[in-house]
């Protein structure tokens, strides 16, 4: 079945160090990729996407890049702010899918001044 | 945008209740979703609905059920809480189609006493 790797957290930087968040993904279809952003007390919001192999999804400062050879969706900022803390999830769609969205476990990042 | 939107942010019961969890969505999206959401458990399907009056079971049905008798709206239904369905519940909906990704409300962060 589908899964979803995500790299395990908390990840603790200071502002304006660069990101990255690993994610690896298992599918049998063609999958699109996303990445959600989850800030504290809140819902999910959707930070951004990737349809196809070396699409690039933006966002915000955030890129990621998707990678079918390497079955990677890796999250990376130049510089992050202390509002980038939040937890991130990186999710997985295939056509078929019932259920349609796979979930990793998420990511907490804890951005200091 | 896309507006999701659950009908308590908070919410406290008691054992034995039957509790209502409403979510209604603004831009005529097929798709509905119910996750419950718990530290170091991720995001866990409970039921998702397809269309009018249609209904999946997802990862963990058990100890609840839901309804959908209209397209905006996706209600989750507690039969008889307990202490363990004390969690934070999240609502989604989505367009079908592979590339669609799920708009999620804030939640409801519900207690079960």
């Known amino acids: 079945g589908d899964s979803v790797t995500q790299m395990e957290g908390p990840v603790t930087l200071s502002e304006e160090a660069f990101l990255t968040i690993n994610c690896t993904y298992t599918?049998?279809?063609?999958?699109?990729l996303f990445w959600y952003v989850q800030y504290p007390g809140e819902g999910l919001q959707l930070l951004l996407k990737?349809?196809?192999?070396?699409d690039k999804g933006s966002n915000k400062g955030f890129e990621a890049t998707y990678r079918k050879e390497t079955t990677s969706f890796h999250l990376e900022k130049g510089s992050v702010q202390v509002s980038d803390s939040a937890v991130y999830f990186c999710?997985?769609?295939?056509?078929?899918?019932?259920?349609?969205?796979?979930f990793g476990s998420g990511t907490q990042l804890t951005v200091l001044p | 945008d896309v507006k999701v939107t659950q009908s308590s942010r908070y919410l406290v019961k008691r054992t034995g209740e039957k509790v209502f969890l409403e979510c209604v969505q603004d831009?005529?999206?097929?798709?509905m979703f119910w996750y419950r959401q718990d530290p170091g458990l991720g995001l866990r399907l409970i039921y998702f609905?397809?269309?009018?009056?249609?209904?999946e079971k997802g990862d963990i049905p058990e100890g609840y059920s839901v309804s959908r008798e209209k397209k905006e709206r996706f209600s989750l239904i507690l039969e008889s809480a307990s202490t363990n369905q004390t969690s934070m519940y999240l609502c989604?909906?989505?367009?079908?189609?592979?590339?669609?990704?799920?708009?999620f409300g804030d939640g409801t962060r519900l207690s079960i006493l």
């Open positions: 609905s397809y269309d009018v009056k249609m209904k």
């Open positions: 599918a049998t279809g063609y999958p699109s």
């Open positions: 990737a349809t196809k192999a070396d």
């Open positions: 831009m005529d999206h097929e798709n």
């Open positions: 999710a997985l769609r295939t056509s078929g899918s019932a259920r349609q969205l796979t």
């Open positions: 989604a909906s989505s367009l079908s189609g592979n590339n669609q990704p799920q708009h």
